[in-house]
């Protein structure tokens, strides 16, 4: 078991402080490390010893967690003033939420035990294996720019894993780590270069004095999107592509998908897994005098939402469209380009960012989410 425990190269004595040189790459391993810690349990604080969350709905949920909280400036380095400038960061952690949903399915966990040959197996390792890394190349290119801005572009080219002394080892041990040479060792590209470029511009007209935040977004509605798109690039195609999508099991299951729509793959703006919880009902209670219609009755929100949903512009949920495969990269782009959209005009409503705000402040508390999909000694790479 000890292929998933690490240990943290901080300093380890009390109320002591060490003073490091801090060259670019252990600039860079500094932030890697940060994100491995977030995936992680504290076995042994007296060592700084480490263990990997092996459950991968726990995971997923904690990898929400932290793009949560960075989009709310409440992770490491964050300021408030900044809040909403990481944008992808907000939708990121609704699309965490739904795989950790997907993991949590009923037929996921049935078709993971019971059906032969990895036909469901190997799909569910292989979403488990594109959401950790996904998160591991972009959480530490956050939490650099939070740092400083500075050092980021300073250091920018010369993030690249193979090269770390400090923690190679530690990230060697990490499920699927044999993936970095196919995702060139989570080194810069220029969707990076791009997404991160649209920063300073954002955040000048965030430090607006006395502007409201509605102002400040609506002036910066142009480039946070284009932010948003440019990471969502990087995500897709050099990353989640590369190490998902291409597997023909994983091409497989996701046309099976298309057409049972089990487990749902809907993209919902909230904390919630089903679709269910953010779409309205009919109300049977409230029809036209006229002869009995159910297109008649009117439709109403109920539970949490009751109330606040129906103030919203429009829908807080994006299926794939028709037409969409999603297996295929510019099919899949197209899909995430009209859910973005709708994330955008939301975040643009008072009343619409307001709600989505909120929902990630829940999704921010799962950080110390344990295992709940249960996988077998096969999991994780064989590295349990």
């Not at 059906?115 to 959401?131: E, Q, T, W, Y």
């Not at 044999?178 to 991160?196: G, N, V």
């Not at 998902?244 to 998908?257: N, Y």
């Not at 929100?301 to 829908?315: A, F, W």
Request: aromatic share 12%; hydrophobic share 35%.
């Amino acid at each position: 078991m000890s292929n998933l425990d690490w240990t943290g190269i901080t300093n380890r004595t009390d109320n002591s402080c060490k003073t490091v040189q801090c060259d670019c790459l252990t600039y860079w391993e500094i932030h890697q490390q940060e994100a491995m810690k977030r995936v992680s349990n504290l076995e042994d604080p007296r060592k700084n010893h480490y263990k990997l969350e092996p459950g991968y709905e726990a995971r997923a949920r904690r990898i929400a967690s932290v793009y949560a909280k960075i989009y709310l400036e409440r992770e490491i380095y964050g300021n408030k003033q900044f809040i909403g400038r990481y944008y992808w960061m907000g939708l990121g952690a609704f699309a965490s939420k739904t795989v950790a949903a997907i993991f949590k399915h009923g037929l996921t966990a049935w078709g993971y035990k019971w059906i032969p040959l990895g036909i469901v197996r190997d799909p569910v390792h292989s979403f488990a294996k594109g959401n950790l890394w996904l998160f591991m190349d972009i959480a530490p290119w956050h939490y650099a720019w939070s740092m400083s801005a500075k050092s980021f572009a300073d250091c920018r080219e010369l993030r690249h894993v193979s090269k770390f002394t400090h923690i190679k080892e530690e990230v060697r041990n990490l499920p699927w780590s044999k993936c970095l040479p196919i995702i060139k060792h989570l080194q810069s590209t220029s969707e990076i270069e791009e997404a991160f470029g649209y920063l300073p511009t954002i955040e000048s007209v965030f430090k607006r004095k006395g502007k409201p935040r509605g102002d400040n977004f609506l002036k910066a509605k142009n480039d946070l999107f284009k932010h948003l798109m440019a990471i969502a690039v990087q995500e897709q195609r050099n990353i989640l592509q590369e190490l998902v999508w291409i597997e023909w099991k994983v091409q497989a299951q996701a046309t099976l998908q298309s057409y049972t729509k089990l487990p749902d793959s809907t993209l919902v703006l909230s904390s919630d897994y089903s679709v269910d919880a953010v779409k309205p009902v009919r109300d049977s209670t409230r029809t036209l005098p006229s002869a009995y219609n159910p297109q008649d009755q009117r439709q109403v929100y109920v539970g949490r939402h009751k109330g606040i949903l129906d103030k919203l512009p429009e829908s807080v949920y994006s299926t794939p469209m028709a037409h969409t495969q999603v297996h295929d990269y510019d099919s899949r782009m197209e899909w995430i380009a009209e859910a973005a959209k709708k994330y955008h005009r939301l975040m643009l409503s008072e009343t619409g960012r307001e709600f989505l705000e909120k929902e990630l402040g829940i999704i921010a508390g799962w950080g110390n989410s344990k295992a709940e999909f249960k996988v077998g000694r096969d999991s994780n790479d064989g590295k349990i």
